[in-house]
């Protein structure tokens, strides 16, 4: 009897569970379509700008975000970005162009970087996609809020989307301290709450992840007169605006006690398929790096599976954490997509089924709620900051320490870097280069094209001339030397991954994947597998490669 009753409630709590989970998937749902219609709301109007000369037509200062709040052109920003009576070029999501003047700027000597409060307008003619700007002395603790901006590093046209929430309405500074990530070429970007609406605009960070501070948009409202004025006001102007009141006040505060705005995502995630973990030897040391888990089946019917996991993380004789006895052969590597294929001989329990994998690139959309199944089980939520995209070489460039003169013919070294490959392998000022890998090299301009196929480490044969005759030696290219930053966007948890470029297709998320979490596998809350975490790229980006270059990648192998 005692067996019986204890069944009836193991059922019980299962079927309670299994209930728990779908309303979870449910607020998930729902929280996805609000962020979904804000994100419509505000994304037309936030903008890239950097300094312009319209004279010289040339660009003259660092890349920074703002947001447009008027169908004429008035642009909220930063004031450590702008100089009252400067040009400004302003680059919208659709691909406008145009120009832009600094108006007032509020910004006093005795506290430094506060309150930071700039104005700017739109000179060129025209009617601009504006977002309506909201009211921050009415936000409520924990109130979502969406970041809509443009991360230097990254350097893409289109911005990426952060969500977090507020975590202090006013702290001890004045501004507001939210969860949504800020890196620089963010400053100056707009933070939206859950409406569409300008609540703050980016202004610093510290270093933990989540002390991002904003400036209220409620300063912009109180100074709006005097910031049309090309100035920089040392303390707050004498007469200030209005505020008003904000006609959604009594709605916020009541929608924020609601699930739809604070679903549960752990509950809401499929905990049943997780990543694997791998250890393996790469250059002496033991390497730790999480893989995804794939089944397929041969045309006899056969079972095979495999993991996909990040190549540059990945050394000799790799091993599964959870079965170091399973034979893995390495079956083919990925350098450009930084993929290693490994099949694992004696099949495990779970892994995604390859013919569930879909090459649908539209699941990909920003604003998607997605999480990371790590191999502890844990799950971390995140959104969808981008749609796919590429990313060029540019911290992955290989390092030769040699460059050749320009327009020669036939091409002629003009510098050698010392203690470079390049000078390790004797070539020398004035030597004449005759070929790469082969390829022979007729004049300058062919032999940056060649360097830029190779990735740090690549083996190249280079053969050139000098007094003595023709030399050909194979040497190994170098990594490019990163300089070290003190600034707090650079002291994240884990740091950036070493290779975090040079990709075709991929696309961003906002979540905190550590380096040796790359290789786990990303989905949405719907149970579609998007990919896998190929790189941490900075403090608010880790980049996923798609699920279909992952099927591409195994098919091939079957």
Not at 159 to 164: A, D, N, Q, S, V
Not at 276 to 305: D, F, I, Y
Not at 441 to 459: G, V, Y
Request: with cysteine.
């Amino acid at each position: 009897m005692k067996k019986r009753y204890g069944s009836i409630i193991y059922i019980f709590f299962a079927l309670l569970f299994a209930a728990n989970a779908r309303a979870q998937k449910k607020h998930v749902k729902q929280f996805e379509k609000i962020i979904g219609e804000a994100v419509k709301k505000a994304y037309p109007a936030s903008v890239r700008m950097w300094g312009f000369d319209v004279q010289q037509n040339q660009r003259t200062s660092a890349q920074f975000s703002g947001v447009v709040v008027s169908a004429d052109g008035y642009i909220l920003t930063a004031a450590h970005t702008t100089i009252p009576g400067k040009n400004y070029k302003v680059f919208f999501p659709d691909g406008k162009e145009c120009i832009a003047l600094a108006l007032g700027r509020i910004d006093n000597p005795k506290t430094p970087g506060m309150p930071d409060v700039a104005m700017m307008k739109i000179t060129d003619n025209g009617v601009w996609p504006f977002a309506e700007m909201g009211y921050s002395g009415t936000l409520q603790p924990n109130e979502p809020c969406i970041s809509i901006s443009y991360p230097e590093t990254l350097n893409q046209t289109l911005p990426t989307l952060r969500l977090g929430e507020v975590a202090e309405v006013k702290n001890k500074y004045g501004f507001i301290r939210s969860t949504c990530k800020m890196e620089p070429g963010d400053s100056g970007g707009p933070l939206f709450d859950y409406h569409g609406r300008v609540i703050g605009l980016h202004s610093a960070i510290d270093v933990a992840e989540d002390q991002n501070f904003e400036i209220p948009v409620d300063l912009y409202r109180k100074y709006w007169t005097a910031l049309q004025q090309e100035r920089t006001f040392t303390s707050f102007p004498d007469q200030p605006d209005s505020i008003a009141t904000d006609p959604l006040a009594a709605v916020i505060q009541k929608e924020n006690k609601q699930n739809n705005l604070h679903p549960d995502f752990k509950k809401a995630a499929n905990k049943s398929i997780r990543g694997v973990k791998l250890v393996s030897t790469l250059k002496g040391k033991m390497q730790e790096v999480q893989g995804t888990l794939l089944t397929a089946k041969n045309n006899n019917g056969v079972t095979r599976q495999f993991v996909v996991t990040k190549l540059s993380l990945m050394g000799e004789e790799p091993k599964l954490v959870s079965n170091t006895g399973a034979e893995i052969l390495i079956v083919s590597r990925d350098q450009p997509n930084d993929l290693a294929l490994l099949e694992v001989k004696h099949t495990t329990k779970g892994g995604i089924d390859i013919e569930d994998v879909t090459a649908d690139s539209a699941l990909v959309q920003m604003g998607k709620m997605v999480y990371s199944a790590k191999a502890d089980g844990q799950t971390l939520p995140s959104v969808l900051s981008s749609s796919l995209f590429g990313l060029a070489k540019q911290t992955s460039l290989p390092y030769l320490g040699a460059m050749v003169m320009f327009n020669s013919e036939p091409a002629q070294f003009s510098l050698i870097k010392p203690d470079g490959p390049a000078s390790t392998a004797g070539i020398k000022v004035g030597d004449e280069l005759v070929s790469i890998n082969g390829k022979a090299i007729t004049k300058a301009s062919e032999f940056a094209p060649e360097i830029l196929k190779l990735w740090p480490n690549d083996l190249i044969t280079m053969s050139w001339k000098n007094e003595r005759g023709t030399v050909s030696k194979t040497f190994a290219l170098a990594e490019q030397h990163q300089p070290a930053s003190n600034h707090p966007a650079e002291k994240f948890r884990g740091g950036k991954s070493a290779r975090r470029d040079g990709f075709l297709h991929v696309f961003a998320h906002d979540g905190a994947i550590e380096n040796s979490e790359c290789g786990s596998p990303v989905f949405d809350f719907q149970g579609n597998f998007l990919g896998i975490n190929i790189a941490r790229f900075s403090r608010t980006c880790t980049l996923v490669t798609p699920a279909y270059l992952i099927s591409k990648m195994i098919k091939q192998a079957m």
